[in-house]
């Protein structure tokens, strides 16, 4: 099965996509993951994106479209994969819908994870991840059992995104709202859009994802 997960930063993409791969053995592929490797390893791709990602604006299409495009030939996606934070635009919608045409393969559901704005800014501010495995925290919402301690491996370093700050988290909202937002009113049309609430807590939302999945 391959589905994508659409929703603003700080919505839950992540976290969620985490646990579906867990859970079901799909790969989750976050176009944010791979542009920031991009910029850490400095290749050509990372140079073009940093500046960009540190205003909280969109990198280009063509870039992140030869990335995904890339990506799901690799025989780990075989089995299905969850797109989180791609598309983020028509026109990455449309290249997907051909490239998956090309390649043999479809998109099976699209979750929108409806979320409030002003939330999201406290969401994102509070977000730390495990610098060794990248397990998701936040400084209230999901707190590590023992402090300053993964849950899941046990190192004691967290690292925090340069781009989560307030008014970063700003701007990365309004591309949301200017740019990805209407991809709602294509999967809508298209019959593949499944709505969740994403205000809910982490497990709430997990619970709804997984109706959404075992009724696909
Ligand atoms: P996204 O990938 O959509 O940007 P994340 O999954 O990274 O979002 O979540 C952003 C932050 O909010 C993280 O710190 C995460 O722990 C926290 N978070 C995720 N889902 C929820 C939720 N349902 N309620 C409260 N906090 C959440
Ligand atoms: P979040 O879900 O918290 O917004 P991501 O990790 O998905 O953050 O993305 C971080 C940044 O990477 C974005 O603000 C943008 O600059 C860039 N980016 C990620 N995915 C895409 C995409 N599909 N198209 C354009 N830019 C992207
Ligand atoms: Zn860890």
């Known amino acids: 099965m391959n589905l994508i997960l659409l929703g603003p ?24 993951d791979m542009l920031r490797a991009a910029v850490k390893a400095g290749t050509e791709v990372g140079m073009k994106a940093k500046a960009v990602m540190e205003a909280g604006e969109l990198v280009s299409d063509d870039i992140v479209i030869g ?12 089995d299905g994969f969850i797109l989180d934070g791609f598309p983020r635009t028509v026109a990455q919608a449309e290249a997907l819908d051909t490239l998956l045409t090309e390649k043999g393969k479809t998109m099976d559901v699209v979750i929108e994870m409806q979320v409030e704005d002003d939330p999201l800014v406290g969401r994102i501010t509070g977000r730390s991840t495990c610098a060794k495995c990248g397990e998701g925290y936040h400084d209230e919402f999901k707190k590590p059992k023992v402090e300053g301690v993964c849950d899941k491996c046990g190192h004691t370093e967290f690292s925090r995104r340069a781009d989560d700050n307030e008014e970063t988290v700003r701007s990365r909202l309004s591309a949301y709202h200017a740019q990805t937002a209407p991809l709602i009113g294509y999967y809508g049309e298209k019959g593949t859009l499944k709505s969740i609430d994403g205000m809910a807590a982490i497990d709430d939302v997990t619970a709804q994802i997984n109706a959404v999945l075992d009724a696909v």
């Open 9 to 32: 930063p700080g919505a839950g993409k992540g976290t969620q996509a985490k646990r579906i791969e867990e859970a079901r053995g799909l790969v989750q592929l976050s176009t944010g």
């Open 67 to 78: 990335i995904i495009s890339d990506r799901v030939d690799e025989p780990d996606c075989a």
